[in-house]
C-alpha cells in the first residue's frame, strides 16, 4: 500500500524491557514525525525529523525515548527501561514536507505490564 | 496543560441529522486549525482545515468555522451517516508542523 505503515500493531511488554516501534513513511514524503495517544487523550508531539536529522526533540518524556531515521525512510522510536506509565499508542505520521499535511499510520498499542 | 480541546467527549446523532462538534481552543496566537477524524483501530484522518484569515470553509459534507473572538471551532457534518462514526479532534498547529490535539469527541450515529 501506498499509506504510512507501522510494527508491530501490537506490543506486550514487561516492566524493564527495551521496546522498538518501526514506522514506515510515505515513499518521497521527507517530513516524519512521531506522537503518542494514551488512553481518553489527545496527541502528544514526541519528536519530528526532516530527513536523517531530527530539529525537533521536545516532546521525548524522558532519556529513556530515542529515535533514529535512516536513510530518509524508515524511522524506529525506541524506549527502554520501559515503565506502565508508557503504555500508550504511539502513532507515527510522514509529510511530503514540514508544514505539510500529515499522514498517520495506524500505530503501535504498547501495553506496559 | 493542552491548548486545545473539545467540550463534549461523546455526541449521539441520528442517521441523516446534522452533527455539530465543538473545539476551544486558549492560544490566542494560532492561526492554522484541522479536523482530524480517527476511526478505530486507524490513525486520524485529515478531514478539513482552516486559517485564521477565514471564518468558515466548507468541504464535501462538512463544514468548519472559526471564531476568532472566543477562541471557538465547530465542525459541522450534514446528513449524518454510519460511516462518520468516529473520534473527532481538533488540531492546532504549532510551528507549522507540531500537532496538539484535545481528547475528541466521539460522535456515534444512530440508525
Known amino acids: 500500500g501506498a499509506g504510512v505503515s507501522q510494527s508491530p500493531s501490537n506490543k506486550v511488554t514487561e516492566k524493564g524491557k527495551d521496546v522498538e516501534l518501526r514506522c514506515d513513511p510515505i515513499?518521497?514524503?521527507?517530513?516524519l514525525y512521531w506522537y503518542r495517544q494514551s488512553l481518553g487523550q489527545g496527541l502528544e508531539f514526541l519528536i519530528y525529523?526532516?530527513?536523517?536529522?531530527?530539529?525537533?526533540k521536545s516532546g521525548l518524556p524522558s532519556d529513556r525515548f530515542s529515535a533514529e531515521r535512516t536513510g530518509g525512510s524508515v524511522s524506529t522510536l525506541t524506549i527502554q527501561r520501559t515503565q506502565q506509565e508508557d503504555s500508550a499508542v504511539y502513532l507515527c505520521?510522514?509529510?511530503?514536507?514540514?508544514?505539510?499535511?500529515?499522514?498517520f499510520g495506524p500505530g503501535t498499542r504498547l501495553t506496559v505490564l | 496543560g493542552e491548548s486545545v480541546g473539545l467540550h463534549l467527549p461523546t455526541l449521539s446523532v441520528q442517521e441523516g441529522d446534522n452533527s455539530i462538534i465543538n473545539c476551544a481552543y486558549s492560544?490566542?496566537?494560532?492561526?492554522?486549525f484541522i479536523w482530524y477524524k480517527q476511526e478505530s483501530g486507524k490513525g486520524p484522518q485529515f478531514i478539513i482545515d482552516?486559517?485564521?484569515?477565514?471564518d468558515k470553509r466548507q468541504g464535501q459534507r462538512v463544514t468548519v468555522l472559526l471564531n476568532k473572538t472566543v477562541k471557538h471551532l465547530s465542525l459541522q457534518i450534514a446528513a449524518t451517516q454510519p460511516g462518520d462514526s468516529a473520534v473527532y479532534f481538533c488540531?492546532?498547529?504549532?510551528?507549522?508542523?507540531?500537532?496538539?490535539f484535545g481528547a475528541g469527541t466521539t460522535v456515534t450515529v444512530r440508525a
Open positions: 505520521a510522514s509529510s511530503l514536507g514540514v508544514g505539510g499535511e500529515q499522514f
Open positions: 515513499s518521497g514524503h521527507t517530513a
Open positions: 525529523f526532516q530527513g536523517n536529522s531530527a530539529p525537533d
Open positions: 492560544n490566542s496566537a494560532s492561526d492554522y
Open positions: 482552516i486559517r485564521s484569515n477565514m
Open positions: 488540531a492546532e498547529i504549532l510551528n507549522d508542523y507540531k500537532l496538539s
